[in-house]
């Protein structure tokens, strides 16, 4: 599928039903870090911005495309990732609702590193990049946010390259993973959404690896794994192998 291809008209992406479930520009604009903005800035960023729905597996923008609007997740699933010559992917990271896709396709030069990728029915709130970024150099409680949320991300990252450099074990990945999206959905029981297949590639690790990390985990009794969820049991032991 070619940029040309998912940036024409989102329209057609969206049916009758997802549109009547949408929100409003107003109410999105109050969802996650938005949340800071004052009424005049709220005013100003809905005049530059609009609502559209993906379906899954259209991509929301593609690796070297030349720019992209900032854009929050407000429902469904999203993965960034980037391809080899050989055609392989490499998941980078999965996108939550209340989270923006990549705040740095607002400083990006030279075209855009990753892909975004819709998993599941996903709707976002696009704001323009111009109007965004006036936004954040009035606003500097939330380009402190926006920062915080990306040096977050950032350090995933160091944690996924030092894993494909040998450094982190299969185990300790895995471990680092579980914790990390149990802090981020303020709950024991994480609902995967995705496939092992995808989750291992996030991982940096075989499918086959982390079924097997899964089934030991399990019969530790410090997870409890069924199809669709993940519950953490021992937090503590989860913490060991993860620094191990």
């Known amino acids: 599928m070619t940029s040309r291809q998912y940036a024409a008209n989102t329209d057609s992406l969206m049916n009758e039903e997802s549109l009547q479930a949408a929100p409003t520009i107003a109410d999105a604009l109050c969802t996650g870090l938005l949340t800071g903005l004052n ?5 100003v960023l809905a005049r530059h911005a609009r609502l559209q729905s993906f379906a899954p597996g259209v ?29 392989k992917e490499c998941v980078l990271h999965l996108v939550h609702s209340g989270k923006f896709i990549d705040a740095g396709v607002l400083f990006y030069e030279g075209g855009l590193p990753i892909s975004a990728v819709a998993l599941q029915h996903t709707t976002v709130l696009s704001l323009n990049r111009r109007a ?4 954040l150099e009035n606003n500097a409680p939330l380009a402190v946010s926006l920062l ?18 040998g450094r982190i074990s299969v185990a300790g990945r895995v471990a680092a993973w579980l914790l990390h999206r149990a802090k981020m959905e303020k709950s024991a029981t994480l609902r995967l959404g995705v496939t ?4 291992a590639r996030l991982m940096g690790i075989s499918r086959e690896s982390l079924s097997r990390e899964l089934s030991a985990l399990s019969a530790a009794g410090i997870i409890e794994h069924q199809r669709r969820s993940i519950t953490l049991l021992d937090h503590e032991a989860l913490k060991l192998r993860a620094q191990g």
């Open 59 to 87: 991509a929301l923008f593609q690796e070297g495309d030349e720019s992209a609007d900032a854009m929050l997740l407000l429902s469904g699933l999203v993965k960034l990732c980037r391809h080899s010559s050989q055609g």
């Open 148 to 165: 915080g949320a990306m040096s977050l991300r950032q350090r995933l990252l160091i944690t996924k390259i030092a894993g494909s450099q």
């Open 196 to 199: 092992q297949e995808i989750l």
């Open 132 to 135: 965004f970024l006036h936004t």
């Open 39 to 43: 009424h005049h800035e709220r005013d």
